[in-house]
């Protein structure tokens, strides 16, 4: 035995601490046995956030270099997390894409083809799947999908608008919330939604929580705040060369409601979407006031993108890179490796759904047709899918052909339904998609192949 | 309307009906097809320009061409009828040229069931109030011209320029068009889902 005072007394400390430890382990169990959640109260399963736009395109953002649209806080997502600069939709129009997403299937398989054919309650969600292994969900924003609005199962909050078609109102949005009216709380919807969304967020809670918000913001008729409006007054809008203000009269677009000025839309467009960013940086806020930030996923993608005069279009649907293109961020602090870059895999609207499932750690269903990124984002250089097929169905009034194509990283060939022949583009070498390759002897050459690749996808091939 | 027919001397169908018609035609085509070649011109402000003008005046021929046709059939002798009708002629054109257009992507019954979108209906209650206005401008410069004690205002014009103005907040103004829309496309998810 030492004589070492310290020593001495550091033995006599451990006999007490071994006894209190005994003494604590002892009452522990004996909780336990009585109170097994009181042990076992926390799940570290991540939190999640998918954060959903409406018409956002994918190169109007900050991180995206654009040369004026102001996004911070989107841009502080993409900072610490992965900013896909090549994430698609497979359907270019809102209720098809936001079946996707939810599902996690092509709109072929969910069966919301357009913005009429109704949501099948027998689709499963991730909602869904979540809620069954002990998740808290909330379903907050637009649901839009054609129909009744659904008893959706696996959301414990289910708070929506079905005003102008389940389009929803800028301003004084009237919601429903478990079946109810209820007049705004604020007028801006983009605010009112976001403060529910973080009365969610901010509930105690033993569970993880996934919260699904889905803004109407930004789509048309783009009405911005009063903080942001006017803010891009005077900036040259770089709008592409073939673009009209008459766009918007022409071909069937009057049916997208654009009637004014093409430059004035823009603008408020534009507005809109800042002050969606201001919103979305409350979220962030929040997150790191209540110190769940490293464990939480935060997901932001837009539902399709937004032609704004290329080819001569407005509006989406038509299946060139503004239309089919779309933002996509994934922050989880925890996880990714290698945060502040940029991947350049194909992701698409389907992934979302495996994604979420694949890091809440459950079985991602074989009915999906998406994959999870969750390679991506531990590995730049994951290998990843090769080709994915995009469709469009009908949509009456609107006048665009029913269609189906195969991208792949360097091509795009469309097959039109009516009298629209074929088009094939060399994505790298015609970003903007202006030669049609058909009936050229490069087109020759590489249609068969991609006509080829696109009926393996439509029979339900991977690529 | 028996002015027309007492002071006015009847020229031939085609003059007072067939060429007025075809002026704004004729006019409506060039217009459609310099609009659609202006992204051809490689000076970006005279694209700019000749798509403006061009589209400017296609929009004025679809929807305001009853006040030419009508005035200039009137002049020319046609009777209420058939300035009614000349002044249809381009709508109806355009209508059909648009029904074929969208034929590509709808059935027939569906492309039958366009005819019936709020702007379809606007441009045709359009047609009806700018014939009522011409009605009554033309009368009352007849009246002017002849010094006869014609009636100039009468319940028919006016009634349809009533029609024009009621349509044009019900159709485009009223919830933006939006309600119209959402009302077209109830009949038609009850006729074809």
């Not at chain 1, 046995?33 to 109007?60: G, Y």
């Not at chain 1, 054919?117 to 869904?128: A, K, M």
């Not at chain 1, 730049?380 to 169905?393: G, H, I, M, N, T």
Request: charged share 20%; hydrophobic share 40%; net charge positive.
């Amino acid at each position: 035995m030492s004589n070492d005072p310290l020593s001495r007394q550091d033995k006599s400390v451990t006999r007490r601490q071994a006894i209190k430890t005994i003494g604590g382990a002892l009452a522990a169990t004996a909780l336990a046995s009585s109170f097994p959640n009181l042990l076992f109260a926390r799940d570290k399963r991540p939190n999640i956030i998918f954060i959903l736009s409406d018409d956002h395109r994918w190169d109007m953002l900050g991180s995206m270099g654009h040369p004026f649209i102001q996004t911070p806080h989107m841009d502080r997502l993409a900072e610490g997390g992965v900013l896909f600069s090549n994430a698609f939709v497979t359907t270019s129009l809102c209720s098809p894409s936001r079946g996707c997403f939810i599902t996690g299937q092509y709109a072929h398989k969910h069966g919301v083809k357009n913005n009429i054919t109704p949501w099948n309650d027998s689709n499963i969600t991730f909602l869904e799947l979540l809620k069954q292994t002990g998740y808290d969900t909330a379903f907050i924003g637009k649901w839009h999908m054609p129909g009744k609005l659904p008893e959706l199962r696996g959301v414990d909050d289910f708070i929506t608008f079905t005003v102008q078609g389940g389009q929803g109102r800028y301003y004084n949005c009237p919601l429903i919330i478990d079946g109810r009216e209820v007049p705004s709380r604020k007028p801006y919807i983009t605010e009112d939604l976001t403060d529910y969304a973080l009365d969610f967020v901010s509930q105690k809670r033993d569970n993880p929580f996934c919260l699904y918000l889905a803004h109407k913001a930004v789509h048309h008729q783009f009405l911005p705040p009063p903080e942001t409006k006017g803010m891009y007054k005077g900036v040259d809008l770089n709008l592409p060369p073939e673009s009209d203000p008459w766009i918007t009269w022409s071909r069937g677009s009057i049916w997208y409601g654009l009637l004014g000025p093409m430059d004035l839309h823009f603008r408020m467009y534009c507005e809109a979407l800042t002050a969606l960013d201001q919103q979305i940086g409350r979220v962030l806020d929040k997150l790191d006031e209540l110190g769940i930030a490293d464990n939480t996923i935060v997901i932001y993608a837009g539902d399709n993108g937004y032609f704004w005069g290329e080819h001569h279009l407005v509006d989406k649907r038509w299946p060139y890179e503004e239309s089919i293109r779309v933002p996509f961020i994934v922050r989880y602090p925890e996880y990714i490796r290698h945060p502040g870059r940029k991947a350049g895999q194909m992701v698409l609207n389907i992934d979302v759904a495996p994604t979420i499932l694949d890091m809440a750690g459950i079985a991602v269903p074989s009915g999906m047709d998406g994959m999870s990124i969750a390679p991506i984002l531990k590995n730049p250089d994951a290998s990843w899918r090769k080709a994915w097929l995009y469709e469009y169905f009908k949509d009456y009034p609107y006048q665009v052909p029913e269609m189906f194509a195969v991208r792949t990283d360097r091509h795009k060939y469309i097959e039109y339904q009516g009298r629209k022949k074929a088009e094939l583009f060399d994505i790298a070498k015609d970003p903007r998609e202006m030669q049609n390759l058909m009936n050229t002897p490069e087109g020759e050459r590489i249609q068969p192949g991609l006509k080829k690749m696109l009926e393996d996808l439509k029979q339900g091939g991977r690529l | 309307m028996n002015l027309v027919n007492t002071t006015i001397q009847k020229t031939s169908y085609t003059r007072r009906i067939v060429i007025p018609s075809a002026i704004v035609l004729v006019v409506m085509a060039l217009s459609f097809i310099v609009y659609w070649s202006a992204w051809r011109i490689d000076s970006y402000s005279l694209h700019r320009f000749v798509s403006h003008f061009s589209a400017v005046v296609l929009f004025i021929s679809i929807g305001f061409g009853p006040l030419l046709v009508y005035p200039v059939a009137y002049f020319r002798g046609s009777g209420a009828g058939e300035r009614i009708y000349a002044s249809l002629i381009p709508p109806i054109i355009w209508l059909f040229k648009e029904l074929i257009r969208v034929s590509e992507f709808f059935t027939f019954s569906e492309t039958l069931y366009f005819i019936f979108n709020p702007l379809n209906i606007m441009i045709f209650i359009g047609a009806f109030g700018l014939m009522g206005l011409s009605e009554l401008l033309c009368r009352r410069r007849m009246k002017k011209r002849t010094g006869e004690p014609e009636k100039v205002i009468t319940i028919l014009p006016v009634f349809a320029m009533c029609l024009a103005i009621v349509g044009l907040y019900v159709f485009m103004i009223w919830g933006g068009g939006v309600h119209m829309f959402y009302i077209f496309m109830e009949g038609y998810k009850a006729l074809f889902i």
